[in-house]
């Protein structure tokens, strides 16, 4: 989401640390260069003109000029005033205390509102909690059919009533939702191509009558300063209590993210970093500013490798590493457990130093299914033993995965090579790999 901003960020960030000495010069035509990203980056100009006013001040001050790096503190304090336009710290969801908790999400037509609420009901209900969606948009073509085969997907509650206004289907929801010992509802409102009178008036009529615990806007990344401008007119006639940000995985600039908090004053609780339902975080401005000033995301990457990978597995896979012994098979189950954790190239930018290595450089997903593809290609015998793999044999894994033999010879070496690496490393050339950790 924020290359563009970030590869800018670096190139004035290293001009900085390559300055033995700094002056007030220097700083504020480092300062311009800021802006000047900031804007391209589709900031609002009042931010920026206030986000790097208040860098500049701190940073002219003596204790930065006269201190042995002046580069390092400069970034230092662009990483925390990061921080505090994006909200400062995590603002989390409105708590499950009470049966049924009612989150009503709202946006413009097309800004992802019925994907969200498919998310947030498979985010709860691996927590446990018993959760139904209702289906409040009865003007878009298909909507009700939409968040129906979402529900069933997921195997979660789906209410509907043919022929009925939405603020009688959002009552009639939570009525039923009493009766049913239901822990959360989700009301998936109707949006427009833009706001109206009658769209806003509508979900003001709503709110009115359901009183959600937590009313969501939807706010599309692509759209940029529109972004901005919706989040503001929804929260003067609603008062939403806080910010989804979805799309953050296509091509935006990132201003939505960097300005929406700041004029709006309403919180940015969740991002939405995927098209699959699984593809939802809670949004950490911490963790986001060193997104954006390219040092990467540790934090989250280590969460999601936790929810996803079994530390039992992952440590007797580490040992049949380090004894030479791993197959194809354990490579495949490594594969899978990597896939469940988001795409590879999201992953691979949250690792410190990863994004800049990774320049210009495409990874595609569509590489490690084509390996998935040759393993799975091979039989039960030649994936526990590669070296049983002749010539006739290759020819016939290749014609089966719908690849070349120079494609299945790739995959051989890349294998061998991993496992004389890990021949080297238990007997003490190399160092080891952390409890746990793969290098697939």
Not at 285 to 291: H, I, N
Not at 405 to 413: F, G, H, I, P, T
């Given at each position: 989401m924020f290359g563009n901003l970030t590869d800018k960020l670096e190139v004035v960030f290293k001009k900085l640390r390559g300055a033995g000495k700094l002056s007030e010069k220097n700083i504020k035509d480092s300062m311009r260069e800021v802006r000047q990203a900031l804007l391209e980056a589709d900031v609002n100009y009042m931010v920026t003109k206030?986000?790097?006013?208040?860098?500049?001040?701190?940073?002219?001050?003596?204790?930065?000029?006269?201190?042995?790096?002046?580069?390092?503190?400069?970034?230092?304090i662009v990483h925390e005033e990061l921080?505090?336009?994006?909200?400062?710290?995590?603002?989390?969801?409105?708590?499950?205390?009470?049966?049924?908790?009612?989150?009503?999400?709202?946006?413009?037509?097309?800004s992802g509102k019925t994907t969200l609420c498919g998310k947030l009901a498979l985010m709860y209900k691996r927590k446990n909690k018993k959760t139904m969606v209702v289906a409040a948009d009865v003007y878009r073509p298909a909507a009700v059919k939409q968040l129906k085969?979402?529900?069933?997907?997921?195997?979660?509650?789906?209410?509907?009533?043919?022929?009925?206004?939405?603020?009688?289907?959002?009552?009639?929801?939570?009525?039923?939702?009493?009766?049913?010992?239901?822990?959360?509802?989700?009301?998936?409102?109707?949006?427009?191509?833009?706001?109206?009178?009658?769209?806003?008036?509508?979900?003001?009529?709503?709110?009115?009558?359901?009183?959600?615990?937590?009313?969501?806007?939807?706010?599309?990344?692509?759209?940029?300063?529109?972004?901005v401008k919706v989040a503001d007119e929804f929260h003067k006639r609603l008062d939403i209590t806080g910010v989804v940000l979805s799309k953050l995985d296509g091509g935006a600039r990132g201003g939505a993210a960097l300005s929406i908090r700041e004029v709006t004053g309403c919180p940015i609780k969740l991002a939405s970093i995927g098209e699959k339902l699984g593809e939802l975080?809670?949004?950490?401005?911490?963790?986001?500013?060193?997104?954006?000033?390219?040092?990467?995301?540790?934090?989250?990457l280590v969460e999601k490798a936790q929810?996803?990978?079994?530390?039992?597995?992952?440590?007797?896979?580490?040992?049949?590493?380090?004894?030479?012994?791993?197959?194809?098979?354990?490579?495949?189950?490594?594969?899978?457990?990597?896939?469940?954790?988001?795409?590879?190239?999201?992953?691979?930018?949250?690792?410190?130093?990863?994004?800049?290595?990774?320049?210009?450089?495409?990874?595609e997903e569509r590489d490690m299914e084509r390996m998935v593809a040759i393993i799975k290609s091979m039989t039960i015998a030649e994936r526990r033993n590669p070296g049983l793999i002749d010539g006739s044999r290759k020819k016939r894994i290749a014609t089966?995965?719908?690849?070349?033999?120079?494609?299945?010879?790739?995959?051989?070496?890349?294998?061998?090579?991993?496992?004389?690496?890990?021949?080297?490393?238990?007997?003490?050339?190399?160092?080891?790999?952390?409890?746990?950790m793969m290098p697939f």
């Open positions: 206030k986000f790097v006013a208040t860098v500049q001040e701190k940073a002219v001050g003596e204790e930065v000029l006269k201190s042995i790096e002046p580069g390092q503190q400069i970034i230092k921080v505090q336009l994006l909200g400062g710290k995590e603002v989390p969801l409105a708590p499950i205390d009470k049966s049924p908790t009612v989150i009503m999400v709202c946006g413009l037509q097309g085969v979402i529900a069933d997907s997921i195997a979660v509650e789906h209410f509907s009533i043919e022929g009925v206004m939405p603020p009688k289907i959002c009552k009639e929801a939570v009525k039923f939702a009493e009766k049913n010992f239901i822990d959360l509802v989700i009301l998936d409102t109707a949006g427009r191509l833009h706001i109206d009178d009658k769209l806003m008036g509508e979900l003001e009529e709503i709110k009115s009558l359901v009183k959600p615990d937590e009313l969501l806007l939807v706010a599309d990344s692509m759209t940029g300063q529109d972004a975080e809670p949004f950490y401005p911490e963790r986001m500013a060193t997104r954006i000033l390219g040092m990467g995301d540790i934090v989250t929810e996803t990978i079994d530390e039992d597995k992952a440590i007797e896979m580490q040992e049949k590493m380090l004894k030479a012994q791993f197959n194809f098979e354990d490579f495949l189950d490594q594969m899978d457990q990597i896939k469940k954790m988001g795409p590879l190239d999201g992953l691979l930018k949250m690792i410190p130093g990863m994004g800049k290595a990774l320049k210009g450089v495409q990874v089966g995965s719908g690849n070349s033999v120079q494609a299945v010879n790739q995959l051989l070496k890349q294998f061998y090579s991993m496992q004389k690496m890990f021949k080297q490393m238990n007997k003490g050339k190399l160092k080891g790999l952390p409890k746990g």
